[in-house]
Protein backbone atom coordinates (compact mmCIF):
# COMPACT_ATOMS: atom_id res chain seq x y z
CA UNK A 1 0.00 0.00 0.00
CA UNK A 2 2.58 2.55 1.09
CA UNK A 3 4.89 1.54 -2.16
CA UNK A 4 1.71 2.39 -4.52
CA UNK A 5 1.06 5.78 -2.70
CA UNK A 6 4.92 6.00 -3.19
CA UNK A 7 4.89 5.95 -6.82
CA UNK A 8 1.56 7.67 -7.17
CA UNK A 9 3.42 10.36 -4.87
CA UNK A 10 4.48 12.65 -6.98
CA UNK A 11 0.69 12.95 -8.62
CA UNK A 12 -0.79 13.42 -5.35
CA UNK A 13 -2.13 16.47 -4.40
CA UNK A 14 -1.91 16.39 -0.78
CA UNK A 15 1.20 13.67 -1.26
CA UNK A 16 1.72 10.51 0.41
CA UNK A 17 -1.25 10.34 3.59
CA UNK A 18 -4.14 10.73 0.91
CA UNK A 19 -5.93 7.40 0.27
CA UNK A 20 -8.78 9.15 -1.84
CA UNK A 21 -6.22 8.96 -4.59
CA UNK A 22 -6.09 4.97 -5.07
CA UNK A 23 -7.51 4.06 -8.37
CA UNK A 24 -9.15 1.00 -6.53
CA UNK A 25 -11.65 2.24 -4.38
CA UNK A 26 -12.46 -0.80 -2.41
CA UNK A 27 -8.73 0.15 -0.61
CA UNK A 28 -9.19 3.64 0.12
CA UNK A 29 -9.56 3.82 3.54
CA UNK A 30 -11.05 7.00 4.01
CA UNK A 31 -13.77 6.04 2.27
CA UNK A 32 -14.41 3.35 4.79
CA UNK A 33 -13.90 4.82 7.62
CA UNK A 34 -15.98 7.51 6.05
CA UNK A 35 -19.32 4.73 5.65
CA UNK A 36 -19.12 5.79 2.50
CA UNK A 37 -21.07 3.64 0.44
CA UNK A 38 -18.17 1.36 -1.72
CA UNK A 39 -21.20 0.26 -4.20
CA UNK A 40 -21.74 4.06 -5.06
CA UNK A 41 -19.20 4.38 -7.82
CA UNK A 42 -20.89 7.42 -9.32
CA UNK A 43 -19.42 10.24 -7.31
CA UNK A 44 -15.89 9.07 -5.51
CA UNK A 45 -13.70 11.82 -4.14
CA UNK A 46 -11.06 9.71 -6.10
CA UNK A 47 -9.10 12.81 -8.31
CA UNK A 48 -10.93 15.57 -7.16
CA UNK A 49 -9.82 15.93 -3.76
CA UNK A 50 -8.35 19.27 -2.58
CA UNK A 51 -8.14 19.30 1.03
CA UNK A 52 -8.61 22.62 1.15
CA UNK A 53 -12.32 22.39 -0.18
CA UNK A 54 -13.43 18.83 -0.27
CA UNK A 55 -16.05 18.84 2.71
CA UNK A 56 -15.77 15.31 3.72
CA UNK A 57 -12.40 14.08 3.35
CA UNK A 58 -11.12 12.27 5.90
CA UNK A 59 -7.66 12.40 4.21
CA UNK A 60 -7.47 15.89 6.29
CA UNK A 61 -4.96 16.95 8.43
CA UNK A 62 -8.13 17.06 11.79
CA UNK A 63 -9.13 13.14 10.33
CA UNK A 64 -5.42 12.41 10.46
CA UNK A 65 -5.30 10.89 14.15
CA UNK A 66 -8.60 9.32 13.54
CA UNK A 67 -7.53 7.42 10.51
CA UNK A 68 -3.70 6.27 11.69
CA UNK A 69 -5.94 4.93 15.19
CA UNK A 70 -8.33 3.04 13.02
CA UNK A 71 -5.59 1.74 11.11
CA UNK A 72 -3.38 0.69 14.26
CA UNK A 73 -6.46 -1.26 15.38
CA UNK A 74 -8.16 -2.10 12.35
CA UNK A 75 -5.86 -2.83 9.63
CA UNK A 76 -2.61 -4.87 8.82
CA UNK A 77 -1.37 -2.34 6.69
CA UNK A 78 1.62 -0.02 7.51
CA UNK A 79 0.73 3.82 7.83
CA UNK A 80 3.02 5.94 7.00
CA UNK A 81 3.85 8.82 10.06
CA UNK A 82 0.84 10.60 10.29
CA UNK A 83 -0.46 13.79 12.22
CA UNK A 84 0.62 17.52 12.01
CA UNK A 85 3.91 18.34 10.12
CA UNK A 86 5.48 19.95 12.64
CA UNK A 87 9.78 21.48 11.78
CA UNK A 88 11.89 24.06 12.87
CA UNK A 89 12.85 27.24 11.28
CA UNK A 90 14.90 28.78 14.08
CA UNK A 91 12.79 28.33 17.00
CA UNK A 92 9.66 28.76 15.42
CA UNK A 93 7.11 25.86 15.15
CA UNK A 94 5.87 25.57 11.97
CA UNK A 95 2.38 23.54 11.31
CA UNK A 96 1.37 22.56 8.31
CA UNK A 97 -2.05 23.53 6.90
CA UNK A 98 -2.05 22.81 3.32
CA UNK A 99 0.55 20.51 2.06
CA UNK A 100 -0.53 20.25 -1.57
CA UNK A 101 1.66 19.54 -4.52
CA UNK A 102 1.18 22.58 -5.87
CA UNK A 103 1.74 24.65 -1.97
CA UNK A 104 2.24 24.49 1.63
CA UNK A 105 0.57 26.86 3.54
CA UNK A 106 1.97 26.74 7.02
CA UNK A 107 1.32 28.68 10.28
CA UNK A 108 4.00 30.39 12.42
CA UNK A 109 2.85 31.59 15.66
CA UNK A 110 0.06 34.32 14.64
CA UNK A 111 0.60 34.30 11.14
CA UNK A 112 0.39 32.07 7.66
CA UNK A 113 2.76 32.03 5.25
CA UNK A 114 1.90 31.37 1.66
CA UNK A 115 3.98 31.06 -1.51
CA UNK A 116 4.48 34.33 -3.00
CA UNK A 117 3.10 34.99 -6.42
CA UNK A 118 3.71 37.35 -9.38
CA UNK A 119 0.13 38.57 -8.14
CA UNK A 120 0.76 38.90 -4.50
CA UNK A 121 2.34 42.60 -3.84
CA UNK A 122 -0.91 44.11 -5.98
CA UNK A 123 -2.91 41.42 -3.42
CA UNK A 124 -1.27 43.30 -0.58
CA UNK A 125 -2.39 46.68 -1.51
CA UNK A 126 -5.58 45.40 -1.97
CA UNK A 127 -5.41 43.71 1.68
CA UNK A 128 -3.58 47.06 3.08
CA UNK A 129 -6.81 49.24 1.50
CA UNK A 130 -9.06 46.74 3.93
CA UNK A 131 -7.02 47.32 7.26
CA UNK A 132 -7.40 51.19 6.01
CA UNK A 133 -11.12 51.40 5.81
CA UNK A 134 -11.78 49.00 8.99
CA UNK A 135 -12.76 45.90 6.94
CA UNK A 136 -11.68 43.40 9.74
CA UNK A 137 -12.53 40.28 8.19
CA UNK A 138 -9.68 39.52 5.64
CA UNK A 139 -6.06 38.97 6.47
CA UNK A 140 -3.46 41.90 7.28
CA UNK A 141 -0.40 41.33 5.12
CA UNK A 142 2.65 41.53 7.06
CA UNK A 143 5.24 41.57 3.88
CA UNK A 144 7.29 38.79 3.01
CA UNK A 145 9.80 36.42 5.00
CA UNK A 146 13.66 34.87 4.33
CA UNK A 147 12.07 32.51 2.61
CA UNK A 148 10.24 34.77 0.10
CA UNK A 149 6.94 33.58 1.40
CA UNK A 150 3.97 35.90 1.86
CA UNK A 151 3.34 36.71 5.22
CA UNK A 152 -0.13 37.35 6.40
CA UNK A 153 -2.12 37.34 9.98
CA UNK A 154 -3.65 34.29 10.93
CA UNK A 155 -7.35 34.61 11.71
CA UNK A 156 -7.97 31.97 13.94
CA UNK A 157 -11.67 30.00 13.79
CA UNK A 158 -13.00 26.85 10.73
CA UNK A 159 -12.22 27.06 7.87
CA UNK A 160 -11.48 24.73 4.54
CA UNK A 161 -13.53 21.43 4.68
CA UNK A 162 -14.72 22.59 8.20
CA UNK A 163 -16.73 25.67 7.31
CA UNK A 164 -19.65 23.82 4.55
CA UNK A 165 -21.90 23.22 6.91
CA UNK A 166 -21.92 26.49 8.36
CA UNK A 167 -23.96 28.05 5.41
CA UNK A 168 -26.36 25.07 5.49
CA UNK A 169 -29.01 27.09 7.95
CA UNK A 170 -30.40 30.41 6.95
CA UNK A 171 -28.65 31.70 9.77
CA UNK A 172 -25.11 30.99 8.03
CA UNK A 173 -26.31 31.64 4.36
CA UNK A 174 -27.00 35.06 5.42
CA UNK A 175 -23.98 35.57 6.90
CA UNK A 176 -22.42 34.61 4.18
CA UNK A 177 -24.12 37.03 1.80
CA UNK A 178 -23.76 39.41 4.14
CA UNK A 179 -19.90 39.20 4.34
CA UNK A 180 -19.49 39.49 0.73
CA UNK A 181 -21.81 42.17 0.24
CA UNK A 182 -19.61 44.02 3.06
CA UNK A 183 -16.39 42.98 1.24
CA UNK A 184 -17.64 44.67 -1.98
CA UNK A 185 -18.80 47.89 -0.31
CA UNK A 186 -15.11 48.17 1.43
CA UNK A 187 -13.32 47.73 -1.68
CA UNK A 188 -15.55 49.75 -4.13
CA UNK A 189 -12.58 52.62 -3.43
CA UNK A 190 -9.75 50.56 -3.66
CA UNK A 191 -7.40 51.58 -6.55
CA UNK A 192 -4.85 49.42 -7.48
CA UNK A 193 -1.36 50.60 -7.86
CA UNK A 194 0.54 51.20 -11.23
CA UNK A 195 1.42 47.91 -12.90
CA UNK A 196 -1.03 46.05 -10.70
CA UNK A 197 -0.76 42.24 -11.46
CA UNK A 198 -3.84 40.31 -11.02
CA UNK A 199 -3.54 35.57 -11.82
CA UNK A 200 -5.88 36.39 -14.24
CA UNK A 201 -3.68 38.48 -16.04
CA UNK A 202 -3.69 42.25 -15.54
CA UNK A 203 -7.40 43.22 -16.16
CA UNK A 204 -8.30 46.94 -15.81
CA UNK A 205 -10.94 48.02 -13.90
CA UNK A 206 -13.98 48.97 -15.32
CA UNK A 207 -16.51 51.57 -14.23
CA UNK A 208 -19.33 48.94 -12.97
CA UNK A 209 -16.22 46.73 -11.48
CA UNK A 210 -14.63 45.98 -7.91
CA UNK A 211 -11.79 43.72 -7.43
CA UNK A 212 -13.35 40.56 -6.56
CA UNK A 213 -12.06 37.71 -4.39
CA UNK A 214 -12.22 35.24 -7.11
CA UNK A 215 -12.58 32.23 -5.40
CA UNK A 216 -15.27 32.84 -2.63
CA UNK A 217 -16.68 29.80 -1.55
CA UNK A 218 -17.40 28.01 1.82
CA UNK A 219 -13.74 27.15 2.60
CA UNK A 220 -12.49 30.17 2.37
CA UNK A 221 -14.22 32.28 4.97
CA UNK A 222 -12.87 31.60 8.45
CA UNK A 223 -16.05 31.19 10.90
CA UNK A 224 -15.72 31.08 14.92
CA UNK A 225 -18.95 29.12 15.63
CA UNK A 226 -21.47 30.16 13.76
CA UNK A 227 -20.06 33.60 12.90
CA UNK A 228 -17.70 34.55 9.73
CA UNK A 229 -14.47 35.96 10.82
CA UNK A 230 -12.35 36.11 8.34
CA UNK A 231 -11.73 35.56 4.14
CA UNK A 232 -8.60 34.06 3.27
CA UNK A 233 -7.02 32.81 -0.26
CA UNK A 234 -7.00 36.10 -2.17
CA UNK A 235 -5.16 34.60 -4.95
CA UNK A 236 -7.67 34.78 -7.47
CA UNK A 237 -8.74 38.08 -6.65
CA UNK A 238 -9.48 40.71 -9.78
CA UNK A 239 -11.08 43.28 -10.93
CA UNK A 240 -14.97 41.94 -12.00
CA UNK A 241 -18.42 42.80 -11.94
CA UNK A 242 -19.57 41.94 -8.56
CA UNK A 243 -21.91 38.98 -10.27
CA UNK A 244 -18.75 37.10 -10.62
CA UNK A 245 -18.45 36.48 -6.87
CA UNK A 246 -22.35 36.72 -6.61
CA UNK A 247 -22.26 33.46 -9.17
CA UNK A 248 -19.56 31.84 -7.75
CA UNK A 249 -20.77 31.95 -4.05
CA UNK A 250 -24.22 30.85 -5.31
CA UNK A 251 -23.05 27.66 -7.00
CA UNK A 252 -21.30 26.04 -3.70
CA UNK A 253 -24.03 27.67 -1.35
CA UNK A 254 -27.86 27.29 -3.38
CA UNK A 255 -26.24 25.49 -3.98
CA UNK A 256 -25.89 23.69 -7.53
CA UNK A 257 -25.54 20.20 -6.53
CA UNK A 258 -28.20 17.34 -6.49
CA UNK A 259 -29.64 15.83 -3.16
CA UNK A 260 -27.28 13.26 -2.86
CA UNK A 261 -24.21 15.44 -2.58
CA UNK A 262 -26.11 17.72 -0.55
CA UNK A 263 -27.05 15.07 2.11
CA UNK A 264 -23.61 12.73 1.61
CA UNK A 265 -21.01 15.62 1.59
CA UNK A 266 -22.62 19.07 2.17
CA UNK A 267 -23.67 18.50 5.70
CA UNK A 268 -27.98 19.02 4.90
CA UNK A 269 -30.33 17.28 6.87
CA UNK A 270 -32.86 16.97 4.13
CA UNK A 271 -32.62 18.35 0.77
CA UNK A 272 -32.52 21.92 -0.03
CA UNK A 273 -34.81 24.54 -1.00
CA UNK A 274 -32.53 25.80 -3.30
CA UNK A 275 -34.89 28.48 -4.60
CA UNK A 276 -35.32 30.14 -1.69
CA UNK A 277 -32.12 29.78 -0.66
CA UNK A 278 -30.65 31.63 -3.96
CA UNK A 279 -33.34 34.22 -2.77
CA UNK A 280 -31.95 34.60 0.27
CA UNK A 281 -28.79 34.77 -0.76
CA UNK A 282 -29.77 37.23 -3.09
CA UNK A 283 -31.85 39.71 -0.99
CA UNK A 284 -29.42 39.90 1.83
CA UNK A 285 -26.85 40.81 -0.57
CA UNK A 286 -29.40 43.35 -1.82
CA UNK A 287 -29.75 42.11 -5.22
CA UNK A 288 -33.38 43.12 -6.27
CA UNK A 289 -34.24 40.78 -8.92
CA UNK A 290 -33.12 37.16 -9.18
CA UNK A 291 -33.61 37.30 -12.69
CA UNK A 292 -30.65 36.16 -14.70
CA UNK A 293 -28.95 34.95 -11.70
CA UNK A 294 -29.50 31.55 -12.80
CA UNK A 295 -27.41 32.05 -16.33
CA UNK A 296 -24.97 33.64 -14.66
CA UNK A 297 -24.07 30.78 -12.26
CA UNK A 298 -24.42 28.93 -15.50
CA UNK A 299 -21.79 31.38 -17.21
CA UNK A 300 -19.34 31.15 -14.17
CA UNK A 301 -19.35 27.51 -13.95
CA UNK A 302 -18.22 27.72 -17.87
CA UNK A 303 -15.98 30.20 -17.06
CA UNK A 304 -14.40 28.58 -14.13
CA UNK A 305 -14.12 25.42 -16.51
CA UNK A 306 -12.58 26.97 -19.38
CA UNK A 307 -9.78 28.20 -16.61
CA UNK A 308 -9.08 25.04 -15.25
CA UNK A 309 -8.30 23.87 -18.94
CA UNK A 310 -6.11 26.75 -19.59
CA UNK A 311 -4.53 26.65 -16.42
CA UNK A 312 -3.96 22.61 -16.79
CA UNK A 313 -2.94 22.76 -20.82
CA UNK A 314 -0.32 25.42 -19.75
CA UNK A 315 0.66 23.08 -17.12
CA UNK A 316 0.03 25.37 -13.89
CA UNK A 317 -0.72 22.98 -10.44
CA UNK A 318 -3.03 21.84 -9.28
CA UNK A 319 -5.35 22.67 -12.38
CA UNK A 320 -2.47 19.43 -14.23
CA UNK A 321 -3.64 17.42 -11.91
CA UNK A 322 -7.10 18.04 -11.44
CA UNK A 323 -7.48 17.82 -15.26
CA UNK A 324 -5.25 14.55 -15.23
CA UNK A 325 -7.55 13.17 -12.71
CA UNK A 326 -10.85 13.74 -14.36
CA UNK A 327 -12.16 17.14 -13.20
CA UNK A 328 -13.07 18.95 -16.34
CA UNK A 329 -15.48 15.65 -16.86
CA UNK A 330 -16.93 16.52 -13.40
CA UNK A 331 -16.86 19.83 -14.21
CA UNK A 332 -19.04 19.45 -17.28
CA UNK A 333 -21.35 17.28 -15.70
CA UNK A 334 -21.87 19.97 -13.37
CA UNK A 335 -23.01 22.68 -16.00
CA UNK A 336 -25.07 19.96 -17.62
CA UNK A 337 -26.81 19.53 -14.24
CA UNK A 338 -27.33 23.39 -13.83
CA UNK A 339 -28.95 23.28 -17.26
CA UNK A 340 -31.66 20.47 -16.66
CA UNK A 341 -32.22 21.77 -13.38
CA UNK A 342 -32.64 25.12 -13.57
CA UNK A 343 -36.02 25.34 -12.83
CA UNK A 344 -35.22 23.98 -9.39
CA UNK A 345 -33.92 28.04 -8.92
CA UNK A 346 -36.73 29.89 -11.30
N1 LIG B 1 -4.88 33.91 7.12
C1 LIG B 1 -5.27 32.68 7.51
N2 LIG B 1 -5.77 32.50 8.75
C2 LIG B 1 -6.14 31.28 9.18
N3 LIG B 1 -6.05 30.17 8.44
C3 LIG B 1 -5.56 30.27 7.18
C4 LIG B 1 -5.16 31.53 6.66
N4 LIG B 1 -4.73 31.33 5.40
C5 LIG B 1 -4.85 30.01 5.16
N5 LIG B 1 -5.35 29.37 6.22
C6 LIG B 1 -5.62 27.90 6.38
O1 LIG B 1 -4.86 27.20 5.41
C7 LIG B 1 -5.72 26.51 4.50
C8 LIG B 1 -5.21 26.64 3.09
O2 LIG B 1 -4.96 28.00 2.78
P1 LIG B 1 -5.52 28.75 1.51
O3 LIG B 1 -4.98 30.13 1.58
O4 LIG B 1 -7.02 28.63 1.48
O5 LIG B 1 -4.84 28.00 0.31
P2 LIG B 1 -5.38 27.01 -0.84
O6 LIG B 1 -5.19 27.76 -2.12
O7 LIG B 1 -4.51 25.84 -0.75
O8 LIG B 1 -6.83 26.75 -0.61
C9 LIG B 1 -7.09 27.14 4.69
O9 LIG B 1 -8.13 26.25 4.42
C10 LIG B 1 -7.06 27.55 6.16
O10 LIG B 1 -7.38 26.44 6.98
MG1 LIG C 1 -8.42 28.00 0.02
Known amino acids: MINLLAQRASALHLGLANYCWLLDLDKALCLKLA ?92 LQHLEEVGFRYAPRPLGFDDEGREVLTYIDGDAGPLAWEKVVSDDGLRAFARLLRDYHEACADFSPPSGATWSGGGADL ?32 RPAPRLHDVAYALEYVAPFRDDAECLRWLHYPAPPDRRR ?49 GLLSQLGDRITWSLTHRHLFE
Do not use: K
Open 206 to 237: GDEDVVCHGDFGPWNVVWQGDRPVGIIDWDFA
Open 35 to 126: NANATDRSRPLAGMCDSARCPQATHHLCHRPVWADSAAHTCDIEMPVLGRTCNFTGMAREEVMQDGAHRQVVRIGDTVRRPAQPWTPTVHAL
Open 277 to 325: RLELFCTVYEINSTEGIVDAVITRQRDNADLVRRLAEQGHEPQATWASN
